[in-house]
């Protein structure tokens, strides 16, 4: 009997002690998370085949007339993990928000066409988005930075989102801010 009661209390020793070991799955997603940034697009109704548009710039007229909207395109390595989109600002970051400023967040196929000088996408000629993924109202605060989640995903190679002034909206609105390294659109994955 003694010699069981010694059996026992081994076997239990051994699993809290086992159990007590990270699991190596859980190690690796231990590590840091890693950001990347998008390659930019800007349409613009009011010049429908012009391509190459500079500036990160949703907006419309009243009546949703000549609007602009921006694609943002992110590589991701394969066999990344936990995609989430975001936008940060630095504290007392600028910009530009007049309006509506609601705005929609549309899910598209990709990658978009490329040539020397970058996407080549423009109002008459870029796809049409599959399904909304979020929306979002772009702020920033004077004293602190501002980081915002719009969606989480299974990451893909490429992912692609096309940004739009809410639809449901006719009136006039602006969202326009620089897209930098530190400030604007990001992809963080991996965490």
Not at 2 to 15: D, G, P, T, Y
Not at 46 to 58: D, H, M, Q, T, W
Not at 67 to 75: I, Y
Not at 113 to 127: A, E, F, M
Request: proline share 6%; with cysteine; net charge negative.
């Amino acid at each position: 009997m003694q010699f069981l009661k010694s059996i026992h209390l081994s076997l239990l020793a051994l699993v809290a002690l086992t159990s007590a070991l990270p699991a190596p799955e859980l190690a690796e997603r231990a590590s840091p998370c890693t950001t990347v940034l998008p390659a930019i697009a800007r349409v613009d109704e009011a010049r429908p085949v012009e391509s190459y548009l500079p500036g990160f710039k949703i907006s419309q007229d009243n009546g949703a007339t000549n609007r602009n909207d921006v694609f943002a395109e992110f590589t991701i390595p394969a066999g990344s993990w936990g995609c989430t989109l975001q936008y940060s600002f630095s504290a007392g970051y600028s910009l530009e928000l007049s309006g509506q400023t609601a705005v929609e967040v549309y899910a598209v196929p990709g990658p978009l066409n490329r040539s020397p000088h970058g996407i080549d996408v423009s109002w008459d000629y870029c796809p049409a988005p599959l399904y909304q993924v979020g929306s979002v109202n772009f702020e920033t605060s004077a004293t602190q930075t501002t980081t915002r989640t719009i969606n989480s995903f299974a990451c893909a190679q490429t992912m692609t989102y096309r940004f739009t002034i809410a639809d449901w909206s006719t009136q006039a609105g602006n969202v326009e801010f620089e897209q930098k390294n530190d400030a604007g659109l990001r992809m963080v994955y991996g965490c």
